[in-house]
């Protein structure tokens, strides 16, 4: 088998079906793969990763057995943070979600110890200092409910670095106590139960990918890939 004009020998070489040019005995063979789209409720407690060399928990002890396919997870959810995660085979889509020119929107629910002052959500939404020279902000922040001490906003962000938005709570001497994704871009959670999967429906796909302005279906300009994410 060659891939590429290169002869490969291994038959566990990873290969790209939409980019790479596949021969066996001289002739092209083309490969083909069903795109598919999940939404995972990721709970508290897992890795969002597929695998782990130290044996914890990870996304695959909640997808095994459920989902057939090969699939990989777009952006990242810390192990303590809960929510919408993607599951996909679909590489274009996923880089288009990750890539900052495409600003999509996540939105997350967060429980905080505390009451925020005025000048406090003034400066989420305007940028506060994290490690180094960095300036995180919100692109919104909502205050739901404030109970006994605990503070429930909503907030927006485009674009994070890893673990933003406790970062920036905790700048302001706030611990988040719960953190949940509860949509990105057009695409939400709803009343997905923790550790559910179900698949993307095809009016909510159709809506995910014109807001991403992937315009031809079955056009994919990455190929299954793993995207560089932020892990909040």
Do not use: C, W
């Not at 057939?68 to 274009?92: A, C, H, M, Q, W």
């Not at 995180?136 to 404030?146: C, E, M, N, R, T």
Request: overall charge positive; cysteine-free.
């Amino acid at each position: 088998m060659k891939v590429n004009g290169i002869t490969v020998d291994d038959f566990n070489y990873e290969v790209d079906v939409e980019r790479d040019r596949i021969e066996v005995d001289g002739e092209p063979v083309e490969l083909r793969y069903s795109k598919v789209y999940y939404i995972l409720n990721k709970p508290r407690g897992y890795l969002t990763t597929l695998s782990d060399p130290f044996g914890r928990k990870t996304i695959s002890d909640l997808i095994k057995n459920k989902i057939e396919e090969r699939v990989f997870p777009v952006g990242r959810l810390d192990k303590d943070s809960e929510g919408l995660l993607i599951l996909t085979n679909d590489g274009e889509l996923a880089n288009r979600i990750m890539h900052p020119r495409y600003g999509v929107l996540r939105k997350y629910l967060v429980r905080i110890s505390g009451v925020l002052s005025k000048d406090e959500i003034f400066r989420l939404r305007e940028g506060v200092k994290l490690d180094g020279n960095h300036i995180g902000s919100f692109d919104f922040i909502d205050v739901l409910k404030v109970k006994r001490g605990v503070t429930t906003v909503l907030v927006g962000l485009r674009e994070g670095k890893k673990r933003q938005i406790r970062k920036m709570f905790s700048a302001l001497g706030k611990k988040v106590l719960r953190l949940i994704r509860i949509s990105i871009g057009p695409l939400k959670l709803g009343h997905l139960k923790p550790g559910e999967i179900r698949r993307i429906g095809e009016d909510e796909l159709k809506k995910l990918k014109m807001y991403l302005r992937i315009e031809e279906e079955g056009k994919n300009e990455g190929g299954p890939r793993r995207s560089s994410s932020t892990d909040l």
